[in-house]
């Protein structure tokens, strides 16, 4: 996102920056670095990979859609032509469109206001108050999070590899945040 965020906004990335977002990347890596090699399988990272390029580069230019449009009416937008883009696969695939048993309309509808719609509409909310890199570190959140989430709700383990990554993750946010500042008074 930092990057596509320097191309296209011009926005400027220091070398603390750089850095810290290298050792995020690089804690994210360590986080699941005991699942990575157990499986063997190299498609789903690259898959992962692959999603993190398209969802920064989607960040990017919608944050400036949201400035323009509203957050509102961007992901509005965003949901539409995306649901749209699915439908063929859904119907190719005859996989359920649009009926669904009624049991589970609480959780779709937890999901689709809550998890989703209000979701990305306080990420590019937040997006335009702070940028595009300082947004990014949100990325690195993500799997953290959702590894202790995991160990508190369904009792997944939580390793060393998770321990030393998310320390890895918080070092590589906070010189993204603070490393400017840090290099300033230093020198």
Do not use: H, W
């Not at 005991?34 to 580069?57: E, R």
């Not at 449009?69 to 937008?77: D, F, R, V």
């Not at 990420?123 to 160990?151: D, E, W």
């Not at 009792?155 to 840090?182: C, R, S, W």
Request: charged share 10%; glycine share 10%; aromatic share 12%.
């Amino acid at each position: 996102m930092a990057l596509f965020s320097a191309i296209i906004e011009k926005e400027k990335i220091s070398t603390s920056k750089i850095f810290g977002l290298i050792i995020g990347l690089i804690g994210i890596f360590v986080c699941f670095a005991d699942k990575l090699g157990a499986a063997g399988d190299i498609i789903s990272p690259l898959l992962a990979l692959l999603s993190a390029v398209v969802y920064g580069l989607y960040t990017v230019l919608g944050r400036g859609s949201a400035m323009r449009l509203g957050s509102l009416k961007m992901n509005s937008y965003s949901f539409i032509f995306g649901s749209l883009a699915l439908l063929p696969f859904l119907l190719v695939f005859k996989k359920p469109t649009f009926l669904f048993p009624a049991a589970v309309l609480p959780q779709v509808l937890y999901l689709a206001v809550f998890v989703t719609g209000l979701a990305y509409l306080t990420y590019f909310l937040g997006l335009q108050l702070i940028g595009a890199s300082k947004g990014s570190l949100t990325f690195f959140l993500k799997p953290v999070l959702a590894s202790i989430i995991a160990a508190v709700f369904i009792n997944e383990p939580i390793t060393p590899y998770l321990i030393f990554g998310t320390l890895l993750v918080i070092a590589g946010i906070a010189m993204v945040l603070f490393g400017d500042k840090a290099l300033k008074r230093g020198g």
